[in-house]
């Protein structure tokens, strides 16, 4: 199960932040990653990053926001977090957490409640 | 850069059969792109169908099924339900980490 949190609105010009919370797996297994998506009407559903473990630590990042985002977790939390900077309205959208099974399979299979934030002074 | 495309709207008859497609804008979906399916309906999350091309998710009736079919992968509804009408989404791994979303395609059952 993952359960976000985080702050709804923001203003332009500042860092947008939410944190998945995991339960029932560990965000330092070694055959899953740790995934960002968000969805807007004008953007659909857009992949944003991900984080995952493979005896170190990894990210990869969409072409579209890897110069301002960052993703983390916290081991002592079992969670991830995302920062994004910079923020417009553009970046006004639900965002969701979710599991990336990887291995034979690559796919999303669970997935946060969603969070819909607004890029608003 | 390589978008993912979908049929933007799609109608089926109750009962009837569906097949909705995802190609690339250059090149041609393989398996290797890892073709996966998600059906949502408005004000909820996401749900998975179907993973590496043609597995069924958990708890997904046998009526929803992928394949590759020509250079896009699909996927077909056999006997469609008026609880199908949703919009659904598919997702290519591109390799290097990034998947892409495609646009999604709106099921209309009717």
């Known amino acids: 199960q993952l359960q976000q949190s985080g702050p709804r609105l923001v203003k332009p010009s500042q860092t947008l932040s939410l944190t998945c919370a995991i339960s029932?797996?560990?965000?330092?297994?070694?055959?899953?990653?740790w995934d960002w998506i968000r969805q807007s009407p004008s953007r659909g559903l857009e992949w944003l990053g991900r984080t995952y473990y493979r005896s170190r630590w990894y990210n990869d990042y969409a072409v579209s926001v890897k110069s301002r985002m960052t993703i983390t977790p916290d081991t002592s939390k079992n969670q991830f977090s995302l920062h994004l900077n910079s923020v417009t309205p553009e970046d006004t959208a639900i965002y969701y957490c979710?599991?990336?099974?990887?291995?034979?399979?690559?796919?999303?299979?669970?997935w946060g409640q969603g969070t819909l934030v607004t890029v608003s002074s | 850069q390589t978008v993912v495309t979908q049929e933007p709207s799609f109608s089926v008859s109750p009962g009837g059969t569906v097949t909705l497609t995802c190609g690339l804008s250059?090149?041609?979906?393989?398996?290797?792109?890892?073709p996966s399916w998600y059906q949502q309906t408005p004000g909820q999350t996401p749900r998975t169908l179907i993973y590496s091309t043609n597995i069924r998710s958990s708890g997904v009736p046998d009526r929803f099924s992928g394949s590759i079919v020509g250079n896009k992968a699909a996927l077909t509804i056999t006997g469609a339900q008026a609880d199908d009408e949703s919009d659904y989404y598919c997702?290519?791994?591109?390799?290097?980490?990034?998947?892409?979303f495609g646009g999604g395609t709106k099921l209309t059952v009717l």
């Open positions: 979710a599991r990336e099974t990887l291995g034979d399979a690559q796919y999303f299979d669970y």
């Open positions: 029932g797996d560990s965000v330092s297994s070694n055959s899953a990653a």
């Open positions: 250059s090149g041609s979906v393989s398996t290797s792109y890892y």
């Open positions: 997702v290519l791994y591109m390799g290097g980490g990034i998947s892409v």
